[in-house]
Nanobody, 113 residues
């Protein structure tokens, strides 16, 4: 199983970013997928989930209404569209899959002026 996150970077407060998670080595279309983040000096925080078909999603209260999770099973890729970013969204963002329990290496998101 290989999960590779991309799309992170430095963005100003109020800005937007789209994270991607490219998956291989398992049947992507059969698995729930997750975004989890870790802010500096803090523990892991679940951000969002999406079921195998993409019809069911869930969000942490801290991101609800600002982030949108989606997936393209034809491309074995999951996305996280992040809008209205706040400094408190600064974190290392990981994608994870629910079939084998594997995680990616993470992509850094920094929200700062």
């Amino acid at each position: 199983v290989v999960l590779v996150e991309s799309g992170g970077g430095l963005v100003q407060p109020g800005g937007s970013l789209r994270l991607s998670c490219s998956a291989s080595g398992f049947i992507f279309s059969s698995c729930w997928m997750y975004w989890v983040r870790q802010a500096p000096g803090k523990g892991l925080e679940w951000v969002s989930s999406i079921n195998s078909g993409g019809s069911t999603t869930g969000y942490a209260d801290s991101v609800k209404g600002r982030f949108t999770i989606s997936r393209d099973n034809a491309k074995n890729t999951m996305y996280l569209q992040m809008s209205s970013l706040k400094p408190e969204d600064t974190a290392l963002y990981y994608c994870a899959e629910g079939c084998m329990g594997s995680w990616g290496q993470g992509t850094q998101v920094t929200v700062s002026s």
